[in-house]
């Protein structure tokens, strides 16, 4: 019914750039929030950022200033610029949706997308 389809990860090194991108397939009333989760070996899921519809952005204190989220209502996509990257920013990276449908009035955030490896290494 409604699938999150990530790419973009990859191997860079540190100081360098990537850029990764998320998009909404199927069928839903609206998103509500799109936003990026992170998970190392060893480690629980956090936050990196997310955005609501309205434009509030939220950012993990360790990427402020280095990474930037934005979306593209009209392709139901979020990306994350990432630049200036460090070897701790090295994890799967999870595209994650808030999603709302036309009987529901709080959104539900348990879409996923599959996981993109990012690694920060010299």
């Known amino acids: 019914q409604v699938q999150l389809e990530e790419s973009g990860g990859g191997s860079v090194q540190p100081g360098g750039s990537l850029r990764l991108s998320c998009e909404v397939h199927?069928?839903?009333?609206?998103?509500?929030?799109m936003g990026w989760y992170r998970h190392s070996p060893g480690k629980q899921r956090e936050l990196v950022a997310d955005?609501?519809?309205?434009?509030?952005?939220n950012y993990a204190s360790s990427v402020q200033g280095r990474f930037t989220i934005s979306r593209d209502h009209a392709k139901s996509a979020v990306y994350l610029q990432m630049t200036n990257v460090k070897p701790e920013d090295t994890a799967v990276y999870y595209c994650?949706?808030?999603?709302?449908?036309?009987?529901?009035?709080?959104?539900?955030?348990?879409?996923w997308g599959q996981g993109t490896q990012v690694t920060v290494s010299s």
């Open positions: 994650n949706a808030g999603i709302l449908d036309s009987s529901s009035a709080i959104p539900n955030y348990d879409y």
């Open positions: 199927g069928t839903f009333f609206h998103i509500y929030s």
């Open positions: 955005m609501t519809s309205r434009g509030e952005k």
